[in-house]
Each structure stands twice: as C-alpha cells, then as structure tokens.
Nanobody, 124 residues
Framework: QVQLVESGGGLVQAGGSLRLSCAAS????????MGWFRQAPGAEREFVGA????????YYADPVKDRFTISRDYATNTVYLQMNSLKPEDTAVYYC?????????????????WGQGTQVTVSS
C-alpha cells in the first residue's frame, strides 16, 4: 500500500503561482511512477503530468506544458507540482497518484494509489 496526501492548494489570481506537494508513505516511494491529474466540476479527470521513478523524465499534457513542473524528492518521499502562469481554466481538484509503471502513464487506470485531492481555484 502507498498512502498519498496532497497539500498546497488554494485561491490565486490569474498569472500567479502555486506549488502542490504530495507526501507518500508506505511502500518504497522510489519504485513508483508518479502522476498528477485534475478534475474540474462537471468534467472528467484529466492527466496533467507525470514523472518516472528516477525523477529524470517528467512529461506534461499540452495545456500545462511550459507552465507546470513536476519534481520529486527522495529524501522526503514527496512529489511536487509547481504551477506558474495560472489561468482560470486551471481551476480544479488536483490529485497525485502512484503507478507500478515506473515511467508513469497518461492513463488514470495505470495508477493504483490516489491522494484525496487538493482544490486549486484561479480567479480572473
């Protein structure tokens, strides 16, 4: 089992920044690919980005590319999502997830473990 707890969400104005954290506990953190997803009201959960088990290859969905950055800290078993130049359309609940696929995946079904989510609201 892997337990994931997100934090760092909040209300920010358009153009601002937030950093989300995802603290992992349980099984060896370094064995998992980690992903971030988001879900806006009335919408399906969508892929934001992911990072491989070594932390060397992050990749992102087109809407957030060049604005968001994923990193991971093995000393604290934490994954981060740095979000810059935020837009109102980034408003959603953000979830981190862990996958046994070490590269991570764009497919939410590849992730067995999920956090509870953290709300991000971007005002215009």
């Amino acid at each position: 089992q892997v337990q994931l707890v997100e934090s760092g969400g909040g209300l920010v104005q358009a153009g601002g920044s937030l950093r989300l954290s995802c603290a992992a506990s349980g099984r060896t953190f370094s064995n998992y690919g980690m992903g971030w997803f988001r879900q806006a009201p009335g919408a399906e959960r969508e892929f934001v980005g992911a990072i491989n088990w070594t932390g060397t290859r992050p990749y992102y969905a087109d809407p957030v590319k060049d604005r968001f950055t994923i990193s991971r800290d093995y000393a604290t078993n934490t994954v981060y999502l740095q979000m810059n130049s935020l837009k109102p359309e980034d408003t959603a609940v953000y979830y981190c997830a862990a996958s046994a696929i070490r590269t991570g995946s764009v497919n939410s079904r590849a992730y067995a473990y999920w956090g509870q989510g953290t709300q991000v609201t971007v005002s215009s």
